[in-house]
């Protein structure tokens, strides 16, 4: 989901390529700078599918590896440095296979006078720059699209685009409450521009599993992150189950880190809980897709037993219901509970993973 939208942006600016090409060729069947033939139904197929290749791959370099490393760098930054690499190793591509192209061609070795000769023109026309330009274009506005998805979520970006919650609608969802244990003292502990440092490091560890298990972040309170599923996603193969999990198993990977940089491993509690909201768009100066329901304030509230139950995972009963059978983890009911400002008592249950 974090890559398909390279290739859906380089496609859309290759088909713009294509038309503005022929637009400015008219009615030849060739190309004036250098006689070759032109078929326009053919060059659109053909440059249609290495821009979604080339689109998939930088989209799967900067997801993959390449966004980790320029994870402390701002906005601005990131759009440009990245740009940058990725536009040498595109010249450098182009190169590499020109120089091939022209030995191959005149049957001489890569360093003959004459292949570099015909290079070195085609690298210096114009038409060559051109087109460059319009390459970093298009990754400069693939990388802005995908920085802004980063920001502020890949679900909310979408569904923007999409105008899908443009006008209110209803819908079953599952949140899921995370909040860091102890966090007012450590705060007091490591003084508030370490913690917030560590706070910054605690959020980036914990967006893979996120992301692993379709889930998406809907805000961040102070040490409070609020995940949420659509019923179907949160549900396939207990979804959000097996987030909480990966959640807790990503920290664990990372505890060296944590305690040689701030003395301390942090760790969180849950509370789950499924039901039905009204989502849509809100604002005017600043515009959000919010979730409202009885929904959140029931999650918050079941979080807030975590300490009592001494436990790290609590979830409803009509969360519990609603899995499918799974013999990696055993739910344990701890009985009903009497939860402020509901009339009905609510069943809850705790979640441990088999060893």
Request: proline share 2%; hydrophobic share 45%.
């Amino acid at each position: 989901a974090r890559i398909a939208p390279f290739g859906l942006i380089w496609l859309l600016f290759s088909v713009i390529y294509s038309l503005l090409e022929r637009g400015l060729l008219g009615e030849l069947n060739y190309y004036p700078a250098t006689g070759n033939p032109y078929n326009f139904g053919g060059t659109v197929f053909i440059t249609a599918c290495m821009a979604v290749f080339c689109g998939l791959l930088i989209g799967s370099v900067e997801v993959l590896y390449l966004n980790r490393l320029f994870i402390n760098r701002s906005f601005l930054q990131k759009v440009i440095f990245k740009t940058g690499i990725y536009l040498t190793f595109i010249i450098l591509f182009l190169l590499m296979t020109t120089l091939l192209f022209n030995a191959y061609a005149l049957q001489q070795n890569i360093f003959a006078p004459e292949v570099v000769r015909n290079t070195a023109i085609f690298f210096t026309n114009f038409a060559f720059w051109s087109v460059t330009f319009y390459i970093a274009c298009i990754i400069g506005i693939s990388l802005f699209f995908h920085e802004v998805s980063e920001n502020i979520g890949h679900g909310v970006v979408t569904n923007f685009f999409s105008g899908r919650y443009h006008t209110p609608k209803q819908e079953e969802r599952i949140f899921m409450f995370l909040d860091m244990k102890s966090s007012t003292t450590l705060a007091e502990q490591m003084g508030h521009g370490r913690y917030f440092t560590m706070l910054k490091a605690y959020f980036a560890d914990l967006s893979a599993p996120i992301i692993d298990y379709s889930g998406e972040v809907y805000q961040y309170a102070g040490d409070e992150m609020i995940i949420t599923w659509t019923l179907k996603k949160g549900l396939h193969n207990n979804a959000c189950i097996h987030c909480f999990f990966a959640l807790k198993q990503a920290l664990q990977q990372h505890a060296e880190k944590y305690k040689s940089q701030f003395g301390v491993l942090p760790a969180f509690k849950a509370g789950l809980h499924a039901g039905t909201v009204t989502t849509g768009e809100i604002g005017v100066i600043k515009r959000e897709i919010i979730f409202t329901g009885d929904v959140l304030n029931t999650t918050a509230r079941i979080q807030s037993l975590c300490n009592a139950y001494n436990t790290d995972i609590l979830l409803s009963a009509d969360l519990v219901r609603r899995l499918s059978a799974d013999e990696s983890f055993v739910v344990l009911s701890l009985g009903e509970v009497e939860l402020r400002g509901r009339d009905k008592r609510v069943e809850l249950f705790s979640v441990s993973g088999k060893t």
